[in-house]
């Protein structure tokens, strides 16, 4: 039997995904939506958000694969990512 971690951001990241279904499709928010699926891929746990994740993803009508491929193009020209929850914590928190 395994035992289900909670993620230390789950609460911040909670926050983010219940701003993100809310607004919808945007470029940060496909960006933001990247760099979360990546935090929780493989965790064992944090299953909600999990789950969200892959309802945003079915509700834009896009594949994981086809949000990184976005993601990436919208990183190119320059960084997209700001801190909507806490701007004075303006840094990359990929983790």
Not at 15 to 36: F, H
Not at 45 to 66: C, F, H, P, V, Y
């Amino acid at each position: 039997m395994t035992l289900e971690q909670k993620h230390p951001l789950a609460a911040q990241d909670r926050k983010i995904i219940d701003m993100i279904l809310a607004e919808g499709k945007t470029d940060y928010n496909i960006a933001e939506v990247a760099r979360l699926k990546i935090r929780y891929q493989g965790f064992p746990g944090a299953k909600d958000i999990q789950r969200d994740l892959d309802l945003i993803l079915q509700q834009w009508g896009m594949t994981e694969a086809e949000l990184f491929a976005t993601a990436r193009k919208l990183h190119q020209p320059q960084s997209i990512y700001c801190n909507k929850i806490s701007p004075e914590k303006d840094r990359e928190d990929w983790i």
